[in-house]
């Protein structure tokens, strides 16, 4: 049962720390999306990549956000100095995009998601 | 602009009652649409998805979703919910010029027992 990955599950920084959140998508997948869940302002899209070239970030923080996919198997999201206002649950999803076997339009596939709380 | 409206943003039933609830989207283009659900503390599951062919759609849990081109709708329907069907549900639209996916704002579905 193929399954996108994240890790931590659960985060609890302090201010100003630097966090790290990594994940797997489903094998074979090339798209990576990056989501933010909050109460105020629900699901807001990140980033995405596809074939691990980012192709949209506009929907986050440059100054202190970024989003790699160092390879097939991993993305990462990092936030540098973290905020309280950063608290969320942050959410990753894969993809079959244009151009692989998946054909058709392109499906997402979410992970568990990192609860993330900036104290 | 593309966008994804969501009627209800909280319904209340009664186990064993019927739903419906309501979709509506903004998008020229070729059009794929999903529902995904979120269990309490959960990450988003996909119920069902539209591509092409057949409008009536069956997904998941006995949920099944109607694409009417003209009206714009894709509305979720179940005709007997069960206590387990507490949840968000989320309607979806693909844009195939950027392959993002536009979120409605969520309904958020509580059923007593």
């Known amino acids: 049962d193929a399954r996108v990955t994240q890790t931590p599950r659960h985060k609890v920084t302090e201010m100003g720390q630097e966090v790290t959140m990594r994940c797997q998508p489903i094998l074979g997948h090339n798209t990576v999306f990056w989501y933010r869940q909050t109460m105020m302002q629900g699901l807001e899209l990140l980033a995405y990549?596809?074939?691990?070239?980012?192709?949209?970030d506009s929907g986050m923080p440059k100054d202190r956000f970024s989003a790699e996919m160092p390879d097939a198997t991993l993305a990462t999201l990092k936030i540098q100095p973290s905020e309280p206002r950063d608290s969320a649950v942050y959410f990753c999803?894969?993809?079959?995009?244009?151009?692989?076997?998946?054909?058709?339009?392109?499906?997402?596939?979410f992970g568990p998601g990192t609860r993330l709380l900036v104290l | 602009a593309q966008s994804v409206s969501q009627h209800n943003h909280h319904v209340i039933l009664s186990e064993a009652a019927s739903l419906e609830l309501g979709c509506n989207y903004s998008y020229g283009g070729t059009v794929n649409l999903f529902w995904y659900v979120q269990y309490p503390g959960q990450h988003l599951q996909l119920l069902l998805k539209y591509f092409s062919g057949d409008p009536l759609v069956k997904g998941i849990k006995g949920f099944e979703a109607e694409f009417i081109k003209s009206k714009f709708s894709f509305n979720l329907r179940k005709p007997s919910v069960q206590w387990s069907d507490t949840a968000e549900y989320f309607c979806a639209v693909l844009s195939s010029n950027t392959g993002k996916l536009i979120f409605g704002q969520g309904t958020t579905l509580q059923v007593k027992p």
């Open positions: 990549f596809r074939n691990r070239a980012p192709l949209d």
């Open positions: 999803a894969s993809g079959s995009g244009p151009g692989t076997s998946g054909g058709g339009g392109e499906t997402q596939y």
